[in-house]
């Protein structure tokens, strides 16, 4: 059974930084395509960055580019992470990552393994 855990969320201040991270089990992360999403209350999940399984691939949204970075390590620690500066209090979210049995991509559809998610938020 395939399952996703996600960490490092927590409370921070504008303009501060933080590392996600998500691990799997049931699954060797470094064959798959990943992808972190985030979704606020009432609001619909929206894709934030994409990462191809060797990580020499990415894809960014317009609204992160330039403060987040995602990247992976498939020969250690079989994790991915999302790497976010001078986060906004916009920002706050429960952020998701995911992995795709595919070519992964943008779109939520795309991916079939989630993680239960970790909550960010920012205060100003």
């Known amino acids: 059974q395939v399952k996703l855990v996600e960490s490092g969320g927590g409370l921070v201040q504008a303009g501060d930084s933080l590392r996600l991270s998500c691990t799997a089990s049931?699954?060797?992360?470094?064959?798959?395509?990943m992808a972190w999403f985030r979704q606020a209350p009432g609001k619909r999940r929206d894709f934030l960055a994409a990462?191809?399984?060797?990580?020499?691939?990415?894809?960014y949204a317009d609204a992160v580019k330039g403060r987040f970075a995602i990247s992976r390590d498939n020969a250690a620690k079989n994790t991915v992470y999302l790497q976010m500066n001078s986060l906004k209090p916009e920002d706050s979210a429960l952020y998701y990552c995911?992995?795709?049995?595919?070519?992964?991509?943008?779109?939520?559809?795309?991916?079939?393994?989630w993680g239960q998610g970790t909550q960010v938020t920012v205060s100003s």
């Open positions: 049931g699954l060797t992360l470094g064959r798959y395509p």
């Open positions: 990462v191809s399984w060797n990580g020499g691939s990415t894809l």
């Open positions: 995911a992995v795709s049995n595919y070519s992964g991509g943008a779109v939520e559809s795309e991916y079939d393994y």
